[in-house]
């Protein structure tokens, strides 16, 4: 068996040259990769997904602005031109760091020289069960574009049904979790209902559509700087959106959600953005992967864990926050570190700012000691997020359609797609 075993021939790995496995197509580990780019090594990309995915815009997916081509890069295309990357299209399930073994979902195997894990977070439910199958969620492309159909076909309903009841159901949307997703998600469905369903859906003249954003804690953006919440809570409240504070949600079904203090609000539908966790493959599989100060994984040798999926600690002694910032950081000082060999300085992450967007010329952000909110935010907030989409092509397409939203203020992309089974042929002509 080869060190990369069941590469294609033209990857096979040269006599006496490393073989490096990076696990998820993330930022962290698509940045890794990429930087070990005409290193002395063979390198291998392995995720589940054949694309990168730009996550901090998932919810214009979800809130029929972008298209999901506009956000995802192909890794291949990613790779071209560089002879000691190649990626392989599959989930690894098992990890042996020991044996330097890594095992894929056909049950094939891959041996490394060194590992980089990087499979980043997934959802936390926090043990609720009932919770995590009624939500909706923000966290991959296909979640989005559920969520897109989802609402889409809420206010169909809503327009055909005459059951005074079910409509005001159709039209209740509930956010949990006020962090910059849940935040960004409302403040679009906002501006969605506001200037798209007056003119496309005349028939819903009966009870408003009500947003819901639920947060546990005492103020939303709470990583965020007080006077950013307080902002960004009155321009949500400005747009229409109930904002309801040390609110927590206590089960869901098809019909609403039940609240901590026994509140029930009749929803069709819940979006679930009020955290997530490590998605570690090790066999403890229990919270994120204890590493040092180089992101190297205790206790074995060749090794390496970043991103979400690591307990990587600040300079001020707190975990690292599971953002892409993060992320990309470490994926570029672990890919230094595997090329060049340990270093004596450890990691320290250089924090670039925070930024969230609420709506169209409204947002927030923090970089240092400065502070910005309202236009100069969401013009800083769209550079930033242009700056760092992948490839010139998608960059270009995004900033079109902003354009195009800035001046028509539409939501053009609002195809509701099904799947549906296949039916009898056609006859021939």
């Not at 998608?394 to 992309?413: E, F, I, K, S, T």
């Amino acid at each position: 068996m080869t060190q990369l075993d069941h590469v294609p021939t033209t990857t096979t790995p040269r006599r006496g040259r490393r073989s490096v496995v990076v696990v998820g197509a993330g930022f962290g580990g698509l940045q890794c990769a990429k930087a070990l780019r005409g290193a002395d090594a063979d390198v291998l990309l392995v995720d589940e997904r054949d694309y990168h995915l730009f996550t901090p815009l998932l919810y214009q997916v979800a809130s029929c602005l972008l298209n999901p081509s506009e956000i995802a890069a192909p890794v291949r295309k990613v790779f071209r031109g560089a002879p000691n990357l190649r990626f392989r299209q599959a989930r690894v399930v098992g990890v042996d760091l020991h044996g330097k073994r890594l095992t894929l979902d056909d049950s094939s195997e891959l041996h490394y020289d060194v590992c980089v894990l990087a499979t980043g977070s997934v959802n936390n439910y926090f043990g609720n069960a009932d919770v995590a199958r009624q939500a909706l969620n923000l966290k991959d492309l296909g979640s989005a574009l559920k969520l897109r159909n989802h609402v889409l076909e809420r206010f169909e309903h809503a327009a055909s049904t005459t059951d005074a009841a079910a409509r005001a159901r159709h039209l209740t949307f509930c956010v949990v979790g006020a962090g910059p997703t849940g935040v960004e998600y409302a403040g679009a469905l906002a501006e969605f209902v506001r200037l798209v369903v007056p003119d496309e859906y005349p028939e819903l003249d009966g009870p408003p559509v009500r947003i819901i954003l639920l947060e546990g804690g005492d103020r939303v953006l709470p990583t965020f700087k007080r006077r950013l919440s307080a902002y960004a809570q009155r321009q949500l409240e400005l747009r229409g959106v109930e904002v309801r504070l040390r609110t927590l949600v206590d089960s869901a079904d098809e019909v609403g959600v039940v609240l901590h203090d026994g509140t029930e609000l009749a929803t069709s539908t819940m979006v679930w953005t009020a955290g997530v966790r490590a998605a570690n493959l090790l066999p403890d599989g229990a919270g994120r992967i204890t590493v040092d100060d180089h992101f190297r994984i205790t206790g074995v040798e060749g090794a390496y864990a970043i991103g979400d999926v690591a307990a990587a600690l600040g300079a001020d002694g707190n975990p690292l926050p599971m953002l892409s910032p993060p992320a990309m950081q470490a994926g570029r000082f672990v890919a230094r570190e595997i090329v060049e060999g340990p270093s004596s300085r450890p990691f320290r992450y250089r924090d670039k700012g925070t930024l969230a967007t609420i709506g169209r010329t409204s947002a927030v952000g923090q970089v240092g000691p400065f502070t910005f909110t309202g236009f100069l935010g969401w013009v800083v907030w769209l550079v930033v997020h242009l700056y760092y989409l992948i490839g010139f092509e998608n960059r270009l397409q995004v900033l079109m359609r902003w354009a195009w939203y800035y001046v028509h203020l539409d939501r053009p992309v609002r195809i509701v797609i099904r799947a549906h089974p296949a039916g009898p042929a056609e006859p021939a002509p």
